[in-house]
């Protein structure tokens, strides 16, 4: 499994200029990408960069397409039947369990008259008006299985979800509920497309070390994003989707899939992960139109980086979106060649389809007992596979927290995309001076975000009260009036001798800001309100620990701030104590999490549990909790941990706050241990 670290140092090493200055407004508002975003390649300027980078997204592709963890590959019971002999090949009608009650139609195509073993051609279809059965000027599927079977491949061309036979669920749906736990018609192709490698795989007659991909379109879509995450692909060919100006829609899409990085998770980048194997981009005269001078240049530069341009290739022709008979022969060439060693131009060669009912696979047939009936029955499935794979991760001793805690960290990374900057990354810029403090501003290089933040100190400081980050829904005005009143929290801490920081974290107090972010591709792109949220907590804590140069700092969340700092905690790393608020909030009610604090995947993230995993280091204080919090993960925790946790059932006073905080007598041995070199 990747190290966290990995995992963070792969989000940051992309090559960018770092910001000179906090900008006049927040990008967050006002730079929103969607599917016609026109994005550019990141620069990357090493191998080594490339390889984090990409070992990252592959983990953060299959979390949005919610495949981490990978579901259990149950028995597939392949039905292999109605074989028909052709002047050279074979076809023959599938049926695939890819889950239980779940099944994927499709045809098998073989070179007649062998025995093999042959390389073999996965073949998504795309959105062609009749599927997989589609067979017209633009674009044929099975005259394109035909040719490859002809030529010497076994070819497995399969249904998208809502086609064909695959129809028990539709293909276009979605919404936020399912965000949450990365239930969506992407995830749901890819793991069709991931057990379609199995089946071919496991034919006595086809050669696993050589399996390639292909499709247009849709299906050049489900070609790159197979490719990019299983690494038994060793050739592809996605046709007329690699684009730095279109990204897809519904099914090519998924909540966080192209969220991250300075320019995102476009086609290009997902393109590049094919790399170091081979890789034919065919473009023609639609969103692709310059993927020779665009799109090739970027993926081949990653190619570079690896020794390894000459695996990848283009062509284009002047057409219409298509997959015709000359970017159909582009492909047979490119396959010939690294698939099975054959040089020199394949043309196709005439060919004759067969009638639907000798095609479908439940032509004439019911589904057996048990099948899937509705959308409905298929989201339950998925979500009870979560729920029971969130609850064997229970920790029951040190060595079951240690798996835990790696597991729900990685996990809550993809779902929450926010991460602690590095002091290096940090921006700040005073703004105005207070009579005790100043009020700022702060930021991450090259990220374009600005925070309002107020520091406060102490007129004399005792060092073993730790600095406190307070996060409050009414942002830093509420921490400078806790200030001035006679018995507020943050007089009380300044009082006893802590220093005091204040924030608006995104879209509170003055950081309200006009956003749309209705739009149903609006997550597919870009973070929600309370992704930000968690993310503007962790800089300020960096900007707290870097400041004051103390290891271990408090942070305090109030109301929904509570439930904020609880989250960012989980990504903050050692030396922080979290007194939060938990704001009543039902930990199980996936409505509350779409109305109150909604980030997509938190709940396939395994949401309460897994940060009450990770949460466990250092001092810990949860009151307030909701129906369903669970309390007991959080003391089991603690416990294997050797640590402990004060979870309460009612609300914290302020007083209580603060003598958590600040005691007015700190025990013996506890001041944290100033860092090297702070001022």
């Known amino acids: ?30 730079d929103i990408h969607d599917s016609n975003t026109h994005f550019k390649m990141p620069v990357f300027t090493s191998r080594e ?37 052709r002047s050279g090949y074979t076809v023959e009608k599938v049926l695939l369990e890819t889950y239980p009650g779940f099944y994927l139609g499709g045809n098998l195509y073989r070179p007649a008259g062998g025995h093999g073993p042959y390389p073999a051609v996965v073949s998504p279809h795309g959105h062609w008006v009749y599927g997989r059965l589609e067979n017209q000027q633009l674009s044929s599927v099975p005259g394109r299985c035909i040719n490859l079977a002809r030529q010497g491949f076994v070819v497995f061309t399969y249904d998208m979800i809502g086609n064909n036979d695959t129809n028990q669920i539709p293909h276009h749906w979605g919404d936020k509920r399912y965000d949450l736990w990365n239930i969506n018609p992407l995830g749901a192709q890819l793991w069709d497309s991931i057990r379609a490698v199995d089946f071919v795989s496991s034919l006595p007659d086809v050669d696993a070390s050589r399996i390639g991909v292909t499709g247009a379109s849709g299906g050049g879509t489900q070609t790159f994003m197979l490719m990019a995450v299983d690494a038994r692909i060793k050739g592809a060919v996605p046709v007329n989707m690699i684009s730095a100006t279109m990204q897809g829609g519904i099914c090519e899409n998924a909540a966080n899939l192209r969220v991250g990085g300075i320019n995102d998770t476009s086609n290009m980048v997902v393109a590049a992960l094919m790399a170091p194997r081979p890789l034919l981009m065919v473009s023609a005269d639609d969103w692709t139109l310059n993927t020779n001078r665009v799109e090739f240049p970027a993926v081949r530069s990653i190619y570079g980086l690896l020794g390894a341009e000459q695996n ?134 090259g990220k374009g975000d600005r925070m309002a933040a107020v520091w406060l100190a102490p007129l004399k400081s005792r060092p073993e009260v730790a600095p406190t980050l307070i996060v409050h829904p009414e942002g830093a005005e509420w921490v400078l009036s806790s200030s001035r009143s006679a018995n507020g929290l943050v007089k009380g801490i300044l009082d006893r001798g802590g220093v005091v920081m204040g924030i608006d974290a995104f879209q509170t107090g003055s950081a309200k800001s006009p956003r749309n972010s209705s739009a149903l591709a609006f997550t597919w ?24 140069g103390t290891q271990t700092v408090n942070l305090v969340g109030l109301e929904m701030g509570g439930v904020w700092s609880y989250f960012a905690r ?110």
């Open 49 to 85: 960069a490339w390889l984090e980078r990409a070992a990252f997204l592959r983990k953060q592709i299959l979390a949005s397409a919610g495949l981490l963890p990978m579901p259990e590959k149950t028995p597939i019971h392949a039905e292999v039947f109605g074989k028909l002999e």
């Open 312 to 445: 990848v290739e283009t062509f284009h022709q002047d057409q219409v979106h298509n997959y015709n008979k000359e970017s159909r022969e582009a492909m047979y060439t490119f396959f010939g060649a690294r698939l099975r060693g054959v040089k020199g131009q394949i043309s196709e060669t005439r060919f004759s389809v067969e009638q639907p009912q000798d095609l479908l696979a439940m032509f004439g047939r019911v589904r057996p007992a048990g099948a899937v009936q509705s959308l409905d029955q298929f989201v339950s499935d998925r979500i009870a596979e979560a729920r029971k794979g969130i609850d064997q991760l229970r920790p029951r001793d040190r060595a079951t927290l240690d798996k835990a805690r790696e597991v729900f960290r990685e996990r809550l990374t993809f779902s929450l995309l926010a991460l602690k900057p590095a002091p290096n990354e940090l921006i700040s810029e005073k703004k105005e001076a207070l009579e005790h403090g100043e009020t700022l501003l702060l930021g991450r290089a």
């Open 570 to 679: 989980s990504m903050a790393g050692p030396g922080v104590n979290l007194a939060a608020d938990l704001a009543q909030f039902p930990t199980d009610d996936d409505q509350q999490y779409i109305d109150r604090f909604f980030i997509p995947g938190l709940r396939k993230a395994g949401d309460f549990k897994a940060a009450a995993v990770v949460d466990t280091e250092g001092k810990l204080l949860l009151h307030n909790g909701g129906a369903g919090f669970p309390a007991d993960w959080v003391t089991e925790s603690a416990q294997a941990g050797s640590s402990t946790a004060d979870v309460r059932a009612a609300k914290a006073s302020e007083a209580e706050l603060l003598a958590w905080v600040a005691p007015e007598t700190a025990p013996a041995g506890k001041r944290p241990a100033p860092k090297r070199g702070s001022r």
């Open 525 to 548: 792109f870009n973070q929600t309100d309370d992704a930000n949220r968690v993310q503007d907590i962790l800089t300020a804590l960096a900007y707290l620990q870097n400041r004051t």
């Open 1 to 30: 499994m990747m190290k966290v670290t990995a995992v963070i140092v792969s989000m940051l090493c992309l090559a960018a200029a770092p910001a000179a200055q906090i900008p006049e407004q927040d990008a967050r508002n006002i």
